[in-house]
């Protein structure tokens, strides 16, 4: 599919599934925000990086990496809690349908370069994760699930701002674990989960080369982003395309 068609498959489904996102988000100089960065990790996001790695630059990747290096420095400026998921596997452990990727010791499971100096920050807190839904990989140990969100030391925390790759996979099923969680009252106080559409991004398998891959799921990226925020959507998230922080007084 060239970009024009792509674009078009785009205006159709947005026609037939449009999403009404939640407009601006305005962080409130109080804080009582979480950060929540999942799989912003080279493996993803780094060009060449590995077999789950973009094979060339991508726009909706790269602006991805800006809007989450400029939430991180206003988030450690504030000194509220960030929390990062790193995918990260052991090589005897498939994930399938999956090829291996992020392999322990690889470097394909650390931040993207342009994160690195997040590593140091005081107010983040990394779990790496050797499954799709980061809720589940940090329960999986019966830790407690606080744990997981950084949540144990920051009971304030009213609101959960995700952002990440893949829009429609880990953010996805992290967003709707989470939600699921709050629903049964088992992440008290948490209010909200909001995904930063801007800050999401997904991978791009066009159709016309995955049905020359054996085994492969096409994957259109316009597509797929599009449909992980509408399901996110359909499971409670708030979308917002716009992240901006309240003037303080
Ligand atoms: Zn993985």
């Given amino acids: 599919m060239g970009s024009e068609a792509a674009t078009a498959a785009v205006d159709l489904l947005r026609s037939q599934v449009p999403l009404q996102t939640d407009g601006e988000l305005v962080l409130p ?65 498939p994930e399938p349908p999956y090829p291996p990727h992020c392999i322990i010791g690889s470097g394909e499971e650390n931040f993207v370069p342009a994160l690195e100096w997040l590593e140091n920050e005081p107010n983040l807190t990394i779990k790496r994760k050797n499954c799709i839904d980061g809720y589940i990989s940090s329960i999986e140990k019966m830790d407690p699930i606080f744990l997981l969100i950084g949540l144990e030391n ?63 799921l096409a994957h259109p990226q316009g597509l797929m982003h599009h449909m992980g925020l509408y399901i996110a959507k359909g499971r409670g998230a708030k979308v917002v395309d716009r992240v901006v922080l309240e003037p303080s007084e």
């Avoid at 009213?158 to 629903?183: E, H």
């Avoid at 999401?200 to 054996?214: G, I, R």
């Fill in 29 to 93: 100089s109080r804080g009582g925000v979480g950060l929540v960065l999942v799989d912003v990790v080279n493996g993803f996001c780094t060009v060449g990086a590995g077999n789950l790695a973009p094979v060339a630059p991508n726009k909706q990747i790269e602006k991805m990496v800006e809007e989450a290096c400029r939430l991180a420095k206003l988030f450690c400026e504030k000194n509220w809690p960030i929390f990062a998921f790193l995918d990260t596997h052991y090589e005897d452990k």
């Fill in 154 to 216: 920051i009971r304030l925390k009213l609101l959960v701002l995700v952002l990440g790759i893949c829009t429609d996979i880990c953010v996805l099923d992290f967003a709707s674990s989470t939600l699921a969680a709050r629903n049964i009252g088992q992440v008290p106080p948490l209010q909200d989960v909001v995904i930063y559409s801007e800050g999401c991004a997904t991978y791009d398998l066009p159709v016309e080369f995955a049905m020359n891959m054996k085994g492969a």
